[in-house]
């Protein structure tokens, strides 16, 4: 049996990570790896998690997605995150959480409170969390088959968080 935590990690990371979710357009995705998952293999761990949330999404958006190709394969999407550091990735959460990636200059809430919840999100899975991105030097790597998304997620090796925006014209 293993030890309690001081207080509910996983709880104040839910709330943290709800709190960045916007209707119909931000969605989160966060828990624990299963119990067999390798936590030497961060990265594809998290595509796992990208892609559960990407099917979940899928679900609803095929109807308006512009794209042909449907959602992107696990292995797609491993290949598609990129590492950021910690304070990059407050600032992605940050972001992706506010500003709509389709329609730049429209803001969905308030930003300040994005961003002390993306600083607690990255400081909950601390300083040894790996964090990846579908944004590489040039561009967002699309996961979906809407006309633009962005995905950032980390983990500890034990817990994940997972957010992605997705936008269709």
């Known amino acids: 049996m293993s030890s309690p935590e001081p207080h509910d990690i996983s709880a104040e990371l839910g709330a943290l990570m709800a709190t960045l979710r916007r209707d119909l357009t931000v969605h989160v995705r966060h828990g624990r790896f299963p119990a067999d998952a390798t936590p030497e293999d961060v990265r594809g761990g998290l595509a796992v998690q990208v892609h559960t949330l990407v099917a979940e999404l899928h679900r609803y958006w095929q109807r308006y997605a ?3 190709t449907g959602l992107a394969t696990v292995p797609q999407i491993e290949a598609s995150l990129e590492p950021v550091d910690a304070a990059a990735a407050v600032e992605l959460l940050t972001t992706l959480s506010v500003d709509d990636l389709l329609w730049p200059g429209f803001t969905r809430g308030d ?23 579908t944004r590489d030097a040039y561009a967002w790597n699309t996961v979906t088959a809407c006309t633009c998304d962005g995905v950032i997620a980390g983990s500890d090796g034990n817990r994940f968080a997972v957010l992605i925006q997705v936008g269709e014209d």
């Open 66 to 68: 512009s794209g042909g």
């Open 111 to 133: 930003r300040d409170e994005a961003h002390h919840a993306a600083t607690g999100v990255v400081e909950l899975l601390g300083p040894a969390a790996e964090w990846w991105t």
